[in-house]
């Protein structure tokens, strides 16, 4: 497809198990964005990758959190034992270029639940 | 820090009607801005943005938005409303020292009516 993939478009688990999202960027983006969005808020910067590499990971919540983008194209959000508060829409978005303006791109969105 | 805020939790109009959707901006720096719009179960889609030049921004599907510096204010707007315009709306600012960093507002619901 020509757009920003997420998968699994809705996870369900259980207090204090792991678990990953993925993202699969538009071809040639080489930035790509993660947010958090919680019923009635709006997005909330996770983390950005310019390439490989995490270029801001500041609005990761704590180190239970972590992502990797090991060849610069698909992303994995990792999640380590899950809390409730963890529950919410996780969204990925990709753009073009580093330092530019462009737009971003946004995925559809894994919905995760924690039982 | 940069921040936006979306006063209006709701916005309401009748088909046909000018719609405005409003947002306010805080930024150390020279403002970027977005608007994003979100459809029920579908992912967000860029609108439209203020990088520099005309305060007067035209976008995507007869969206635009007016930047005011002296209110630091960057207002959507569309002329004449459809009922397919329904959605939730985001401002965006990017935060001038990390390009890559977003601050999104808290989102408007729109409400068009036939």
């Known amino acids: 497809g020509a757009g920003v993939s997420q998968t699994p478009s809705n996870k369900v688990t259980e207090k204090g198990k792991y678990v990953e999202l993925r993202c699969d960027p538009i071809s040639g983006h080489t930035a790509l964005y993660w947010y958090r969005q919680s019923l009635g808020q709006g997005p909330e910067f996770l983390i950005y990758f310019q390439g490989t590499g995490a270029a801001d990971d500041s609005g990761l919540p704590n180190d239970r959190f972590f992502a990797v983008r090991p060849e610069g194209s698909v992303s994995t959000l990792k999640i380590q034992r899950t809390e409730r508060g963890d529950s919410a829409v996780y969204l990925c978005?990709?753009?073009?270029?580093?330092?530019?303006?462009?737009?971003?791109?946004f995925g559809p969105g894994t919905r995760l639940t924690v039982l | 820090a940069q921040s936006v805020a979306q006063p209006e939790d709701q916005v309401k109009v009748a088909e046909g009607n000018p719609l405005t959707v409003k947002c306010t901006y805080s930024v150390s720096g020279n403002p970027y801005l977005f608007w994003y719009v979100q459809y029920p179960n579908r992912g967000l889609q860029f609108l439209l943005k203020y990088i520099t030049g005309d305060n007067l921004v035209k976008g995507s599907y007869g969206f635009e938005a007016e930047f005011n510096k002296s209110q630091t204010s960057f207002h959507l707007k569309k002329p004449s409303a459809l009922v397919s315009d329904s959605a939730l709306y985001f401002c965006?600012?990017?935060?001038?020292?990390?390009?890559?960093?977003?601050?999104f507002g808290a989102g408007t619901q729109v409400v068009v009516t036939p």
């Open positions: 978005a990709s753009s073009l270029g580093s330092g530019s303006f462009n737009e971003q791109f």
């Open positions: 965006a600012v990017r935060d001038t020292d990390s390009w890559g960093k977003f601050q």
